[in-house]
């Protein structure tokens, strides 16, 4: 089993940045892949971002591309989200997750290989 308790989020100015965080429980957290979505009202959850158990590898959504961040400290069993440069069309609920499937050098972008879901934290950029 593994539990992602999220932190961070909030209002901010566009143009501002936040940086959210999801620490987990369990053993093996080195070794799943990390992922960040985010859904806005009435839309459907998107991928954001992912990042590979070693940290080594990361994969972004277009949208937020040269924006936004995603890192991972093992030691502590947490993944960051640093979002810069924030716009409006940024405002969602943001979610993090663990993929615990071993997929070899990819990285999944769909939710449902996502396993495990932290709480969600609400993210408002006011224009």
């Known amino acids: 089993q593994v539990q992602l308790d999220q932190s961070g989020g909030g209002l901010v100015q566009a143009g501002g940045s936040l940086r959210l965080s999801c620490a987990a429980s369990g053993r093996t957290f080195s070794s799943y892949t990390m992922g960040w979505f985010r859904q806005a009202p009435g839309k459907e959850r998107e991928f954001v971002a992912a990042i590979s158990w070693s940290g080594g590898n990361t994969l972004f959504a277009d949208s937020v591309k040269g924006r936004f961040t995603i890192s991972r400290d093992n030691a502590k069993k947490t993944v960051y989200l640093q979002m810069n440069s924030l716009k409006p069309e940024d405002t969602a609920v943001y979610y993090c997750?663990?993929?615990?499937?071993?997929?070899?050098?990819?990285?999944?972008?769909?939710?449902?290989?996502?396993?495990?879901w932290g709480q969600g934290t609400q993210v408002t950029v006011s224009s």
């Open positions: 997750a663990a993929d615990t499937v071993n997929r070899g050098f990819t990285m999944a972008t769909f939710s449902a290989h996502y396993a495990y």
